[in-house]
């Protein structure tokens, strides 16, 4: 049996053992790792910085992995040189180890530049699962980081340490982020993605030195000036780590240098991975290894296969919640180029195509990535654009929903994060009867990474899969391992009605943040108000009814039903603001006054002196509806939108829905209320209303689908109640409504609501009044509080000191 040493148990490595195994699974094989941790994927390490993952959830082979195949792993041991006449690899503690193939999978470091006071206390690197352990240990809230660097490996650090509560700034040489992958536009979409999420962006900014005596306390430029800093890291490249092979002689230039089927000057020796350099490339992203490892095991097993060919620079990521396709040329500034462009500010898209002779030859694509595919396929085939030159930044979609799988080569990597190409997930479909997206990652791990290719995983499964099924069921938490849908049969068939009857039975007797507040709504839905209320498992601002803001202070909006008020009303609010020193009162987006920086013990006096009902702006609830003064004052009104929006507020007001709920009803198509962004929207029209669901005006900006077009203000109203119950008994907690939308789809509710039985309109509209009689306003607690502490202020512990001895 032929002995196969590999040095590096990393992604590249490995996954050319993989290979290997399903080639020829007769080789004596002993791998070597610097790091005493068994293979994981590097790319999720930003998941465990930022808390997301645990360290044990992105590990790739287990050690019972190694075991099965009698594979020896030899973890945290560093192989010091190469006997190439003997052919032995020997280790740091003069162990050897004979080879008759050896594959160098050395991967890379982080290169540190040569900045004075790189070594003090506090300054690190952002590679390794350790040193994402190190990190995750200094991690606090409000701790002064600074990141040097603006690429992607930078951009994930700050994140994750951002996630953890510390004041991150991004400090990048560059005059953009990530310049190797974007330009200047497509750089400042992210910085301003980064700054909205509270990260403090500096560029270009050359770092000079970074000071402090013995650990690091800040940063300082060449321009002079300078920033606090308790944590560095330093993300500013890597470097092929190529030393073990140019100490045994091969050829190395930046990498080891290797032919088209990895091979080194020395026949007997292979290299795979970012310690290579191919036809004067090296590599930092992980798709093309992922092919140089099947290359490799092709040619280390005498199997025919293709020779390796670096593909066009790639990069497929999703950075901070916005998407990024970035591929081949992306300088215009090259000889004969052309460039097409569109952005939308508003929607965080932008579109950079590049053009020679009529030929794509890069791209840039941020925020909108769905027409990568169509792209990549006009860049590879090299086709001649002429005739398409109107259709370049929106290429025709025919009506065939499975065309672009089809038009994709078996070749092609779905998933770049994990090497996972279209034939393998085919294969995968066929030999092993997959069907659904969860058992697709289990069996390629496609879609396991940054989960950009989801979606088209789901294509790929919907077209080939004979029998797909569309994955809806969402486990609640750890604590209570059950699908919402699942839980929903239990709680309702055991007559469940208490949070700790159901964690008890079916729970971990605990519960958490996440499940408490979940099974509390869902068992105030399920048994209509009518179950044991458990205060204690509701979040802070449903336990005392008002929105705490980041002072402790909590904010009080009366309802005004339709954004309808009255002098009183006014001068009650305006009296209360003076009476109680509120610092702000302010006119809210959904048509209401709110009062801002009302102390907790004050709550129920205002609550009192105000004399109007709660508002609900705290909650996971009916917020408001908002309307425009429609036929009653409006030339252009059809409909008397106020009457019938200040109607739908009184018929739902103070329940209950799985997130917030707005709504808004208009006079006419001319929307001046917005009810085609909102969860709930009723459009008035010359003799006829519209109902639209799931509309959304926030992060993201989603036009409602119209749900039905009915004659009546009545009928309007009614298939508003028939959608909000249905959404009430089926979505998931903190699932907004055009998720819910999304995710079931309009034809399925219009099947289950207004289209549904009469028998089944009836028991959703029964259940609603149920649910509706036994609703108050909950300021109405204000007399009768709670508990006896409900509305007392807490006041910080203060440390005593203890007297001292004479």
Not at 600 to 608: E, F, Y
Not at 656 to 673: L, Q
Request: aromatic fraction near 6%; charged fraction near 25%.
């Amino acid at each position: 049996m032929k002995k196969l040493v590999v040095v590096g148990n990393g992604m590249a490595g490995v996954a050319c053992v993989e290979h290997i195994l399903k080639h020829k699974p007769d080789f004596d094989i002993t791998i070597f790792g610097d790091e005493t941790h068994v293979n994981y994927n590097r790319i999720m390490l930003s998941l465990v910085l930022a808390g997301e993952k645990s360290a044990d959830e992105i590990v790739l082979n287990d050690i019972d992995w190694y075991r099965s195949h009698s594979i020896r792993a030899r973890l945290g041991v560093k192989v010091a040189r190469i006997d190439r006449a003997a052919r032995l690899v020997i280790d740091e503690e003069g162990e050897a180890a004979p080879y008759d193939r050896l594959i160098l999978a050395t991967g890379s470091s982080a290169f540190i530049p040569p900045i004075p006071g790189v070594d003090k206390k506090n300054v690190h690197v952002f590679r390794t699962l350790d040193d994402t352990r190190h990190l995750t240990a200094k991690a606090r809230k409000g701790l002064k980081v600074a990141v040097i660097g603006g690429g992607l490996l930078g951009l994930e650090a700050a994140r994750g340490l951002q996630v953890r509560g510390c004041d991150v700034t991004v400090v990048h040489l560059g005059s953009s982020l990530m310049d190797k992958q974007l330009d200047a536009t497509g750089g400042e979409y992210l910085k301003r993605r980064l700054e909205d999420l509270g990260i403090r962006v500096m560029l270009p900014k050359q770092t000079a030195a970074l000071t402090g005596n013995g650990k690091v306390e800040g940063l300082r430029f060449a321009s002079g000036d300078q920033i606090d800093a308790e944590l560095v890291v330093i993300a500013t490249g890597i470097r092929p780590n190529a030393e073990l092979a140019r100490d045994a002689g091969l050829h190395v230039n930046r990498g080891i240098v290797v032919n088209d089927f990895l091979e080194t000057s020395d026949p007997a020796i292979f290299a795979v991975g970012e310690c290579t350099e191919h036809r004067g490339q090296t590599f930092g992203l992980v798709a093309p290894l992922f092919d140089q490892a099947r290359v490799l095991a092709a040619k280390i097993t005498e199997q025919p296969g293709p020779a390796f060919a670096a593909p066009a620079p790639a990069a497929k990521l999703k950075i901070m919640g916005v998407d990024i396709y970035s591929a081949g040329v992306i300088d215009e500034s090259e000889p004969e180029t052309e460039v097409v462009r569109y952005e939308d500010p508003g929607l965080g898209a932008y579109k950079k195509l590049l053009l020679r002779n009529n030929r794509l030859i890069g791209m840039i694509l941020v925020g909108d990535i769905e027409d990568e595919h169509i792209y990549m396929d006009w860049m590879r085939s090299a086709a001649d654009l002429s005739g398409m030159r109107r259709q370049l930044l929106f290429p025709p979609r025919g009506v065939d929903t499975g065309l672009s799988i089809a038009e994709m080569p078996d070749s092609e990597t779905i998933c770049g994060c994990n090497g996972v190409r279209k034939g393998d997930i085919i294969q995968a479909i066929h030999r092993h009867g997959v069907t659904t997206l969860h058992q697709l990652k289990e069996r390629t791990r496609a879609s396991t990474s940054c989960g950009t290719c989801a979606g088209t995983c789901e294509k790929l499964l919907r077209a080939v899969a004979p029998d797909f099924q569309e994955e809806t069921a969402t486990t609640l938490c750890s604590c209570v391992p059950f699908s919402y849908e699942r839980l929903r049969e239990i709680v309702r068939g055991q007559k469940l009605k208490s949070v700790e009857e159901v964690l008890a039975v079916y729970g971990n007797r605990k519960g958490c943040e996440v499940c408490k507040p979940a099974l509390s709504y869902m068992l105030d839905m399920l048994w209509c108000g009518e179950h044991d209320e458990d205060r204690s498992a509701r979040f802070i601002n449903d336990r005392v009814h008002a929105n705490i803001q980041k002072d402790g202070t909590f904010s009080v909006v009366p309802r005004m039903r339709g954004g309808v008020t009255t002098p009183d009303e006014l001068r009650r609010i305006a009296d209360v603001a003076e009476k109680y020193n509120v610092p702000m009162v302010k006119v809210t987006g959904s048509q209401r006054l709110d009062l801002l920086g009302v102390k907790k013990s004050d709550l129920p006096a205002v609550w009192r002196d105000l004399g109007m009902a709660s508002g609900q702006a705290y909650t996971k609830g009916v917020r408001m509806v908002k309307t425009c003064v429609g036929s009653e004052f409006c030339r252009f009104g059809t409909q008397d939108s106020t009457s019938a929006g200040i109607e739908l507020e009184r018929r739902l007001e103070n329940l209950f829905t799985p997130h917030k709920f707005k709504m808004g009803v208009v006079g006419c198509p001319r929307n001046c209320a917005e009810a085609t962004v909102k969860d709930l929207g009723l459009i008035g029209q010359d003799g006829s209303w519209q109902v639209v669901v799931g509309g959304a005006a926030g992060k993201s900006v989603r036009k409602a689908d119209l749900l039905i077009t009915v004659e009546t203000t009545e009928q309007a109203l009614e298939a508003g109640e028939l959608f909000f119950q249905y959404y009430r008994e089926n979505g998931n907690y903190l699932e907004r409504s055009y998720d819910f939308v999304e995710r079931l789809g309009i034809e399925k509710i219009r099947k289950e609501t207004v289209y549904a039985p009469d028998e089944v309109k009836r028991g959703l509209l029964e259940r609603l009044a149920r649910s509706k009689a036994l609703s108050h306003d909950a300021w109405l607690e204000g007399a009768q509080p709670f508990t006896p502490t409900q509305f007392v202020q807490i006041q910080p512990m203060q440390t005593i000191e203890e007297p001292q001895l004479v």
